[in-house]
């Protein structure tokens, strides 16, 4: 059952987070609600206070720049699964969108709220994570900005103080010769990931690995970026049996739990056999584009 | 048969197809009354303990609270639906001095709002003594278990044996036996409207309830029982019901707990079970642990078959017994076995009842036999379709000592089948397509439930109007029955189907039926409807004969509204002419007609049965053991189809059902507590995961059925495990005996197939 | 303390004071009588609730009902124009698209929003659009035949 709460709804950014300022930890934010929604249904989060950025139009939008694409915070997931640039030119973040929760969820739900979220098997913090994404903070007395990867401490917790608010979501252009992959493993299309992998591969002369950021989800109490797999193939040329050496680094590194879905076991299984996989999905994305 | 129907056989809309696509239909779940009070029940946190002591008296000072009732509040009696067993009638449902399940009620409260309701729950003070407790049947069977109910030895609640032959001489004379086991799972029924009802009683003593049931008979029958009523002072009115599967005909948690509190304040309460309390605190299908010796000729004839189960009952009776009496019978089904033995044990554990689900114990019992028989099958090197041709029953076969099966087109559905197969052609690699046949029962003729009533009644009324209002205690409960006991109605009257109105579930004004479960609304209250419609046209008919003058060698009939002679349908007067005419020869009485069905030395089971063949293609990613449902082809026969687009929209639905209780539907449970009771975490095949269907007809006739009809519905759940399990094996080699088939199971077989290689 | 909420439901204008945690669906079916809308579960999964708000499909349990200040909101007693059903109405009567109807109202609103926002989308793009809502009766395939039909053009809008 939902507790009584007062309710805000500041019009302006400035005014959010003059409100978080006052109420700290006796306030949440809601913007989409669909995770938060159901954690107050079982009583599980009772604020005293809402603070509700919904209608915070300016944190909406999508900018292809010149440094690369800004998503702002209360973008919808529906926005960023039809944008024609993000479709253009990171695909991957388009088609993660495609099998995230329903399209209801993705109609009012935020990509801003589900990495505030910081559930480890989310979609979208391993997909930012491959591509290199940057997470912005806002607060009242500035901005701070940090690498994806960096951004959730534990199980449904982030750096986030009181006081700040999650605004840009920002991703560097794409170098040539790049390309993503993403997958989720699960028994039902649309569910939470069991296991989920994001790789993103630079391929330099000869099908050598320029560049490379393997991304796992649902693997461990963070969205985990595995460097040890990463190193198995960095600046070297990639064969089979390395792909094969990356997976099972990344199972090791990998620090997946045994619940009712699926054992620790399977889950490290499972990483082996997908990071080769989605490895090689990425390297076929990246030799199609220029 | 071929006859020519005017309504029966056409593609119609549910007769309450247009309250339900505008959002007007009413289910107990939007029922609010003047002056209604929400209730809400509190439950035991334990699966095993000792009621020390229950203090309400903080939540009955909450503001907005009205009454707070336990088991001290009720007569301390005990339901069970084999009331002619009293040792099998033990459930208090509002707990007195034990509870037996994670989730038992103790207490229940009625407030103003839900949320004040649920406030009151809090404040509700229960003392345990919390007592060992047993959740495995085959650790409660043993001696030093906890004992679950008192004074019943091992905690076996019921144990049932079927047998025909010499099982043992048998076996010698097989020229190959497999022995087999299986864990059979759990599943949960998720209607999409839980569990709910609006009790109210007046002051006059009287009880009316809206509630969401599968048979509204039961439960008024039940709430006499347990409240020292006569049946006839409670009305039982189902609405539009959002699902019952099994899970809504026995007294229920919303509805008993809402009567007790009505009765102390004499206004409506409502209570609407949530999610979580439907997945953990209302019956599930029965788990069972099967045991399975087979023997055959080395040419395929099936010799022996011999079955021993151990059932998981939970905390009380419910239909468990009928589940475990089900499994037994259908696991000799679809074949002729010379001889066979079966021996059940259902056995009492401290975990949430399991009872009745669509198919009633024969899902279980055709994954094991369809799995098994396909082993056998490869071991002899036949064919699967072979074995299942060679051993199939046929119509006019009788079980021996158990059952006589009249209609049975299961040769013509294993046809279509290999045709369909056939024409499939060369599968892509780690692709396979499994087999799995049934046979499943058109309702039950036993009375375990001790009606005096007959099984299935109804009453048509004519109109001066010509319009035609049908009266039957049937229960839709969005399998169809409404219209296709409208369109039988109609067929026999020889009206059209919007001449008829069916007024159905409604105890205070519809006959007795016993309700819709075991698949038995269109044949058996289908028969019931078909003999009041031809009891109102008799009349009609009298009247109709005089009007006409026509010659004694002629027979008269009605079709499509038009009164005529048999052999010269051209002579012939308007229905509507007749109607006013009889209804001014029965001084302006409307025309009643009544019929009535209770099957008669039919056998131990059913009246009759219908068969199909499924095949599931899977397609299996090896290398995770994640695979896909590519598709399900069924082919069947359920007699002169009524509603066709009833029957495929059953079997679609089966599919999924059935689908899911092979592929992910599971309730896992950690000492009694059920891990998963959400809708987000059951795993349930939504629309992304739904395979290709296709159905095969095939044209058969039931001569005990209504024009021919039999079942359609239940039977559909029986084959899919058994086919998936079949087909993945038939894709990559290893087979899996405990359902759900899960990927994780899938990969570690075929890793341990990998590591044996070598 | 109780807030104001001013919108727009099938049309109708309304200015109501309701509860801060109030939930859509709560609001739609207690404060206003619209029960078609139904709920099915406590976990935002099963789209029972479905709901088009600013012609998006939404859930309307995870809404709260001040949000939806301002907005316009259509459920399945907004479909039919009068007593003239909608295409898919008509559609899913004529494919038996439905039977114990519980989750109908939700898979007409999330029909509806799919051929609203792509009124030619494939057989891939249908089962997406329903894959937010849980049937437990139909096995889906009657409701994409429905949904199939209409995009097909063979039912036209009613006048």
Same mark, same amino acid.
């Given at each position: 059952?939902?507790n009584?709460f007062?309710?805000l709804?500041?019009?302006?950014?400035?005014?959010?987070?003059?409100l978080?300022?006052?109420?700290?930890? /006796?306030c949440k934010?809601i913007?989409?609600g669909?995770?938060?929604l159901?954690?107050?249904?079982q009583?599980?989060?009772?604020?005293?206070?809402?603070?509700?950025?919904k209608?915070?139009?300016e944190?909406?939008?999508?900018?292809d720049?010149?440094d690369?694409?800004?998503?702002?915070?209360?973008?919808?997931?529906?926005? $960023?699964?039809?944008?024609?640039? $993000?479709? !253009?030119?990171?695909p991957?973040?388009?088609?993660?969108?495609t099998?995230?929760?329903?399209?209801?969820?993705r109609?009012?739900?935020?990509?801003?709220?589900?990495?505030?979220?910081?559930?480890?098997?989310? /979609?979208?913090?391993?997909?930012?994570?491959?591509?290199?994404?940057?997470?912005?903070?806002?607060?009242s007395?500035g901005?701070?900005?940090?690498p994806?990867?960096?951004?959730?401490?534990?199980?449904?917790?982030?750096?986030?103080e009181?006081?700040e608010?999650?605004t840009? $979501?920002?991703l560097?252009?794409?170098?040539? !010769?790049?390309?993503?992959?993403?997958? !989720?493993?699960?028994v039902?299309?649309s569910?939470l990931?069991?296991?989920?992998?994001?790789?993103?591969?630079?391929l330099?002369?000869?099908?050598?690995?320029?560049d490379?950021?393997?991304?796992?989800?649902?693997?461990?109490?963070?969205?985990l970026?595995? !460097?040890?797999?990463?190193?198995?193939?960095?600046?070297?040329k990639?064969?089979?049996a390395?792909?094969?050496?990356?997976?099972?680094?990344?199972?090791?590194?990998?620090?997946?739990?045994s619940d009712?879905?699926?054992s620790?076991?399977?889950?490290?299984?499972?990483?082996?056999?997908?990071?080769?996989?989605i490895?090689?999905?990425?390297?076929?994305?990246?030799?199609?584009?220029k | 048969?071929?006859?020519k129907?005017?309504?029966?056989?056409q593609?119609?809309h549910?007769?309450?197809?247009?309250?339900?696509?505008?959002?007007?239909?009413?289910?107990?779940?939007?029922?609010?009354?003047p002056?209604?009070?929400?209730?809400?029940?509190?439950?035991?946190?334990?699966?095993?303990?000792?009621?020390?002591?229950?203090d309400?008296?903080?939540?009955?000072?909450?503001?907005?609270?009205?009454?707070v009732?336990t088991?001290?509040?009720?007569?301390?009696?005990?339901?069970?639906?084999?009331?002619?067993?009293p040792?099998?009638c033990d459930?208090?449902?509002?707990?007195?001095?034990?509870?037996?399940?994670?989730?038992?009620?103790?207490?229940?409260?009625?407030?103003?709002d839900?949320?004040?309701?649920?406030?009151?729950?809090?404040?509700?003070?229960?003392?345990?003594?919390?007592?060992?407790?047993?959740f495995?049947?085959?650790?409660?069977?043993?001696?030093?278990?906890p004992?679950?109910?008192?004074?019943?030895?091992?905690n076996?609640?019921?144990?049932?044996h079927?047998?025909?032959g010499?099982?043992?001489?048998?076996?010698?004379?097989?020229?190959?036996i497999?022995?087999?086991?299986?864990?059979?799972?759990s599943?949960?029924?998720?209607?999409?409207?839980t569990?709910?009802?609006?009790?109210? =009683?007046?002051?006059?003593?009287?009880?009316?309830?809206?509630t969401s049931?599968?048979?509204?008979?039961?439960?008024?029958?039940l709430?006499?029982?347990?409240?020292?009523?006569?049946?006839?002072?409670?009305?039982?009115?189902?609405?539009? #019901?959002g699902?019952g599967?099994?899970?809504?005909?026995?007294?229920?948690?919303?509805?008993f707990?809402?009567?007790?509190?009505?009765?102390?304040?004499?206004?409506?309460?409502?209570?609407?079970?949530?999610?979580?309390?439907?997945?953990?605190a209302?019956?599930?299908r029965?788990?069972?642990?099967?045991?399975?010796?087979?023997?055959?000729?080395?040419?395929?004839?099936?010799?022996?078959?011999?079955?021993?189960v151990?059932?998981?009952g939970?905390a009380?009776?419910?239909m468990?017994a009928?589940?475990?009496?089900l499994?037994?019978?259908f696991?000799?089904?679809?074949?002729?076995? +010379?001889?066979?033995?079966?021996?059940?044990?259902?056995v009492?554990?401290?975990?949430?009842? #399991?009872?009745?689900?669509?198919?009633?114990g024969? *899902?279980?019992?055709t994954?094991?036999?369809?799995?098994q028989?396909?082993?056998?099958?490869e071991?002899l090197g036949?064919? +699967?379709?072979?074995?299942?041709?060679?051993?199939?029953?046929?119509?006019?076969?009788?079980?021996?000592?158990?059952?006589?099966?009249?209609?049975?087109?299961?040769?013509?559905?294993?046809?279509?089948?290999?045709?369909?197969?056939?024409?499939?052609?060369?599968?892509?690699?780690?692709?396979?397509?499994?087999v799995?046949?049934y046979?499943?029962?058109?309702?039950g003729?036993?009375?375990?439930f001790?009606t005096?009533?007959?099984?299935?009644?109804?009453?048509?009324r004519?109109?001066i109007?010509?319009?035609?209002?049908?009266?039957?205690?049937?229960?839709?409960?969005?399998q169809?029955?409404?219209?296709?006991?409208?369109?039988?109605?109609a067929?026999?009257?020889?009206v059209k189907?919007e001449?008829?109105?069916?007024?159905?579930?409604?105890?205070?004004?519809? *006959?007795p039926?016993?309700?819709?479960?075991?698949?038995?609304?269109?044949?058996?209250?289908?028969?019931?409807?078909?003999?009041?419609?031809?009891?109102?046209?008799?009349?009609?008919?009298?009247?109709a004969?005089?009007?006409?003058?026509?010659?004694?060698?002629?027979?008269?009939?009605?079709?499509?509204?038009?009164?005529?002679?048999?052999?010269r349908?051209?002579?012939?007067?308007?229905?509507?002419?007749?109607?006013?005419?009889a209804?001014?020869?029965?001084?302006?009485?409307?025309?009643?007609?009544?019929?009535?069905?209770? +099957?008669?030395?039919?056998g131990?089971?059913? *009246?009759?049965?219908? =068969?199909?063949?499924?095949?599931?293609?899977?397609?299996?990613?090896?290398?995770?053991?994640?695979?896909?449902?590519?598709n399900?082809?069924?082919?069947?026969?359920?007699?002169?189809?009524?509603n066709?687009?009833?029957?495929?929209?059953?079997?679609?639905?089966?599919?999924?059902?059935?689908g899911?209780?092979?592929?992910?539907?599971?309730?896992?449970m950690?000492?009694?507590?059920?891990?998963?009771?959400?809708?987000a975490?059951y795993k349930?095949?939504?629309s992304?995961?739904?395979p290709?269907t296709?159905?095969?007809?095939?044209?058969?006739?039931?001569?005990?059925?209504?024009?021919?009809?039999?079942?359609?519905?239940?039977?559909?759940?029986? +084959?899919?495990?058994?086919a998936i399990?079949?087909?993945?094996y038939?894709?990559?080699g290893?087979?899996i005996?405990?359902?759900?088939?899960?990927?994780?199971k899938?990969?570690?077989?075929?890793?341990e197939?990998?590591?044996?290689?070598? | 303390m109780?807030?104001?909420?001013?919108f727009k439901?099938?049309?109708?204008?309304?200015d109501i004071?309701?509860?801060p945690?109030?939930l859509?669906?709560?609001?739609?079916?207690i404060?206003?009588?619209l029960?078609?809308?139904?709920?099915?579960?406590?976990?935002?999964?099963?789209?029972?609730?479905?709901?088009?708000?600013?012609?998006?499909?939404v859930k309307?349990?995870?809404?709260?009902?001040?949000q939806?200040n301002?907005?316009?909101?259509?459920?399945?007693e907004?479909?039919?124009?009068?007593?003239?059903?909608?295409?898919?109405?008509?559609?899913?009567?004529?494919?038996?698209?439905?039977?114990?109807?519980?989750?109908?109202?939700?898979?007409?609103?999330?029909?509806?929003?799919?051929?609203?926002?792509?009124?030619?989308?494939t057989?891939?793009?249908?089962?997406?659009?329903?894959d937010?809502?849980?049937?437990?009766?139909?096995g889906?395939?009657?409701i994409?035949?429905a949904?199939?039909?209409?995009?097909k053009?063979?039912?036209?809008?009613?006048?």
């Open positions: 059952m939902i009584d007062e309710y709804a500041p019009k302006t950014l400035k005014e959010a987070l003059a978080l300022d006052k109420y700290q930890d /006796d934010v913007c989409g669909q995770s938060l159901v954690l107050m249904r009583g599980l989060v009772a604020p005293p206070y809402m603070v509700d950025i209608g915070l139009n944190l909406s939008y999508i900018k720049e010149k690369g694409l800004k998503i702002g915070a209360t973008t919808t997931h529906r926005t $960023i699964e039809k944008s024609a640039v $993000i479709k !253009k030119k990171y991957v973040l388009a088609k993660m969108e099998r995230l929760a329903s399209i209801q969820t109609n009012w739900g935020t990509i801003g709220g589900n990495v505030c979220h910081a559930d480890p098997a989310g /979609d979208p913090a391993p997909v930012c994570i491959a591509l290199g994404a940057t997470f912005t903070m806002t607060s007395k901005k701070r900005s940090m994806a990867e960096d951004f959730s401490l534990d199980y449904f917790e982030t750096v986030l009181p006081g608010l999650l840009e $979501i920002s560097p252009p794409v170098p040539a !010769k790049t390309g993503t992959a993403y997958t !989720k493993f699960n039902i299309e569910d990931a069991t296991v989920g992998v994001a790789v993103t591969v630079t330099g002369a000869g099908d050598s690995c320029q490379i950021r393997i991304a796992l989800g649902a693997s461990a109490p963070i969205p970026r595995t !460097k040890k797999a990463e190193a198995v193939l960095k600046g070297k990639i064969t089979e390395l792909l094969a050496q990356a997976g099972e680094a990344a199972a090791a590194e990998a620090d997946p739990i009712i879905y699926a620790d076991d399977y889950r490290r299984e499972l990483i082996k056999v997908l990071v080769p996989r490895t090689r999905e990425a390297m076929a994305n990246a030799r199609k584009a | 048969m071929t006859t129907f005017t309504v029966i056989g593609r119609v549910n007769v309450d197809g247009t309250e339900k696509v505008t959002g007007s239909a009413k289910y107990t779940f939007d029922v609010v009354l002056n209604m009070l929400y209730g809400k029940v509190k439950r035991s946190p334990y699966p095993h303990a000792k009621i020390l002591k229950i309400t008296s903080k939540a009955k000072k909450l503001i907005g609270v009205k009454a009732v088991g001290k509040d009720t007569l301390g009696r005990k339901q069970g639906i084999w009331r002619r067993f040792e099998l459930e208090e449902i509002l707990c007195r001095t034990k509870v037996r399940y994670i989730g038992d009620p103790v207490a229940a409260v009625a407030a103003i839900e949320d004040t309701a649920e406030e009151a729950l809090d404040l509700i003070e229960v003392e345990y003594e919390p007592l060992p407790a047993v495995d049947p085959l650790e409660a069977i043993k001696e030093d278990a004992q679950v109910h008192d004074g019943v030895e091992l076996i609640n019921i144990n049932r079927i047998e025909w010499d099982v043992d001489e048998a076996f010698q004379k097989c020229d190959h497999r022995e087999d086991q299986y864990k059979c799972s599943q949960a029924h998720v209607c999409m409207e569990h709910d009802a609006v009790a109210s =009683f007046g002051h006059n003593g009287k009880l009316t309830v809206w049931s599968q048979s509204s008979y039961y439960i008024q029958r709430y006499a029982d347990m409240l020292d009523m006569k049946e006839s002072d409670i009305r039982v009115m189902n609405r539009h #019901t699902g599967f099994g899970s809504k005909f026995e007294l229920d948690s919303a509805q707990p809402a009567a007790i509190l009505s009765q102390k304040l004499c206004q409506p309460v409502k209570i609407v079970l949530s999610r979580e309390e439907e997945f953990t209302t019956k599930r029965t788990p069972m642990y099967y045991f399975l010796k087979l023997g055959a000729t080395k040419d395929g004839k099936l010799l022996a078959k011999e079955a021993r151990i059932t998981e939970g009380y009776t419910a468990g009928t589940a475990l009496y499994t037994g019978f696991s000799s089904f679809p074949y002729k076995y +010379p001889n066979y033995r079966y021996d059940g044990y259902r009492y554990t401290n975990t949430a009842v #399991t009872s009745a689900m669509r198919g009633f024969a *899902p279980q019992s994954f094991v036999g369809e799995s028989l396909d082993m056998m099958a071991d036949i064919d +699967p379709i072979e074995i299942r041709r060679k051993n199939g029953m046929t119509p006019n076969y009788e079980v021996p000592g158990q059952a006589f099966i009249q209609s049975c087109g299961l040769h013509q559905c294993l046809d279509k089948i290999e045709d369909h197969i056939k024409k499939r052609g060369k599968l892509p690699p780690n692709h396979g397509i499994g799995s046949a046979g499943f029962m058109s309702g003729i036993f009375n375990w001790n005096p009533y007959a099984f299935s009644a109804a009453v048509v004519i109109n109007d010509g319009k035609v209002d049908l009266y039957t205690g049937a229960c839709d409960i969005g169809g029955s409404n219209t296709t006991l409208s369109m039988i109605c067929e026999e009257l020889g189907l001449d008829v109105r069916i007024f159905s579930g409604d105890t205070g004004i519809c *006959p039926d016993l309700g819709a479960w075991g698949s038995r609304e269109t044949l058996m209250n289908g028969n019931a409807v078909k003999r009041a419609a031809a009891d109102a046209k008799r009349q009609l008919l009298e009247f004969a005089a009007h006409m003058g026509a010659n004694i060698v002629y027979d008269l009939d009605i079709k499509d509204r038009w009164v005529h002679l048999v052999d349908p051209e002579r012939g007067v308007s229905y509507f002419d007749i109607v006013k005419a209804i001014r020869g029965k001084d302006g009485n409307a025309i009643m007609g009544r019929g009535y069905y209770t +099957p008669h030395r039919k131990m089971i059913s *009246p009759a049965y219908s =068969f199909g063949v499924q095949i599931a293609e899977v397609a299996v990613d090896p290398e995770t053991g994640r695979y896909k449902l590519v399900v082809t069924t082919a069947h026969e359920s007699g002169t189809v009524v066709p687009l009833g029957i495929e929209g059953q079997l679609e639905g089966a599919i999924m059902m059935a899911g209780y092979g592929y992910c539907e599971d309730q896992p950690d000492d009694g507590k059920i891990l998963n009771p959400s809708i975490d349930l095949i939504r992304l995961d739904m290709e296709e159905i095969l007809e095939i044209d058969t006739y039931e001569p005990e059925g209504p024009f021919g009809a039999k079942e359609a519905g239940e039977g559909l759940t029986n +084959p899919t495990a058994g399990g079949n087909a993945i038939k894709a990559v290893v087979r005996n405990d359902l759900p088939i899960t990927p994780e899938v990969f570690k077989a075929l890793r197939k990998k590591q044996k290689a070598k | 109780k807030k104001e909420l001013k439901v099938n049309g109708q204008p309304y004071f309701v509860k945690k109030a859509l669906s709560d609001v739609l079916r404060e206003l009588g029960t078609g809308t139904k709920r099915g579960c406590n976990s935002s999964s099963c789209g029972a609730c479905t709901v088009m708000l600013n012609g998006m499909a309307s349990c995870s809404v709260l009902a001040l939806a301002g907005a316009e909101v259509v459920t399945v907004g479909l039919a124009k009068g007593n003239k059903l909608s295409p898919l109405q008509r559609a899913f009567l004529d494919h038996g698209s439905y039977q114990c109807g519980f989750c109908t109202p939700g898979m007409l609103m999330s029909s509806t929003a799919l051929l609203t926002e792509n009124p030619k989308p057989k891939e793009e249908i089962k997406e659009g329903i937010g809502n849980i049937c437990r009766c139909t889906y395939n009657s994409i035949r949904i199939t039909a209409v995009v053009g063979d039912y036209k809008e009613a006048k």
